[in-house]
């Protein structure tokens, strides 16, 4: 059995809106083993984000408890939050979030500047390249990429630093349907090849399908947790 890489146990948020209290996540509890490609889907508002956020040590739970490899995220600071984030985690987002005066290649290295192998990256970072086929962009600026060129880009750089586990939030939601899923297959070839953890959240049951496992979020409570073989196509076929 893989290990446990990422542990959710009874967690609750809530937020304050005026007087009104707003619970986010009720009581979650499940746990992502190694080399899982997990989506966490449902409706705006169902709490799937807050989970990623959680997961990566971006905000704190008001309630229970997030494990890292082992390690409760509730009790770290920020500067030992920042350090897990830079050594152990990956991240991809809708919005690409790439520097627009740094080029393709310096992009990717940018997570490992940080790092104490950071001159052992810059090699890891043209390997990387090629990987999610961008051979020969490296020298490029984003804008002058396309929005599946720029989300590869993304992917890239959060392997670059060879995380235990990569978020991905909505990575989809920018792109055309055909973009997206072509995107969707390299994270699904990486998982193959790498052995990378990735969870991600998404709308689109398309999409949904390539997915390993599915859990399923509805008004901040986990109402259904799906393996390969119940979930459909994509990957439940393998």
Do not use: W
């Not at 509890?29 to 705006?44: L, W």
Request: aromatic content about 6%; overall charge positive.
């Amino acid at each position: 059995m893989n290990a446990t890489v990422l542990e959710y146990q009874a967690v609750g948020k809530q937020y304050r809106l005026g007087e009104m209290r707003l619970d986010a996540l009720k009581a979650v509890s499940f746990s992502i083993a190694k080399g899982e490609f997990t989506a966490i889907v449902g409706p705006s508002g169902s709490g799937k984000s807050t989970l990623l956020h959680l997961g990566a040590g971006l905000d704190k739970p008001s309630s229970g408890q997030v494990y890292l490899l082992g390690r409760d995220l509730t009790r770290f600071g920020p500067r030992e939050l920042a350090t897990v984030r830079n050594r152990e985690l990956g991240f991809v987002f809708q919005s690409f979030n790439l520097i627009p005066v740094l080029n393709v290649l310096e992009n990717i290295e940018y997570p490992s500047l940080l790092s104490a192998t950071a001159r052992k990256n810059r090699g890891r970072a043209a390997e990387l390249l090629e990987l999610v086929g961008l051979r020969g962009q490296g020298a490029k600026r984003p804008n002058m990429l396309s929005g599946g060129q720029r989300q590869r880009v993304a992917i890239a750089r959060a392997l670059v630093n060879n995380p235990s586990i990569v978020f991905a939030d909505e990575p989809t939601a920018n792109l055309d349907h055909a973009t997206g899923e072509a995107i969707m297959n390299l994270m699904v070839d990486l998982n193959r090849q790498l052995g990378t953890t990735f969870v991600f959240s998404t709308h689109d049951p398309r999409i949904v399908a390539m997915a390993q496992r599915v859990i399923q979020m509805e008004d901040g409570c986990l109402v259904a947790d799906s393996h390969a073989g119940l979930v459909g196509a994509g990957m439940a076929k393998q």
